[in-house]
Nanobody, 124 residues
Framework: QVQLVESGGGLVQAGGSLRLSCAAS????????MGWFRQAPGKEREFVAA????????YYTDSVKGRFTISRDNAENTVYLQMNSLKPEDTCVYYC?????????????????WGQGTQVTVSS
């Protein structure tokens, strides 16, 4: 079993930056692909970014390309989401997720483990 804990959310003004962190348990963390998803009130959870277990392949949803960067530090069992140039529409609860099958998928159904989420609010 893998446990994930997100942190780093908060309230920022449009144009600002935040870095989210996801601390993971488990000695096999480095072999899992990792993803970030987000969910706004009344909407379904949507894909944001993913990173492979191997050589750092990354994927992003179109709306965050050029603004967000996903990275991981396997020695620290942590995945990050650096968010720059934040917009009010980025306001969501952000969740990290782990996939032992290393699919680097865009579907929430491809991830087995989830954190509790961290709130990001961007004001205008």
């Amino acid at each position: 079993q893998v446990q994930l804990v997100e942190s780093g959310g908060g309230l920022v003004q449009a144009g600002g930056s935040l870095r989210l962190s996801c601390a993971a348990s488990g000695r096999t963390f480095s072999s899992y692909s990792m993803g970030w998803f987000r969910q706004a009130p009344g909407k379904e959870r949507e894909f944001v970014a993913a990173i492979s277990w191997s050589v750092g392949r990354t994927y992003y949803t179109d709306s965050v390309k050029g603004r967000f960067t996903i990275s991981r530090d396997n020695a620290e069992n942590t995945v990050y989401l650096q968010m720059n140039s934040l917009k009010p529409e980025d306001t969501c609860v952000y969740y990290c997720a782990a996939d032992p099958k290393r699919r680097v998928g865009r579907s929430r159904h491809e991830y087995d483990y989830w954190g509790q989420g961290t709130q990001v609010t961007v004001s205008s």
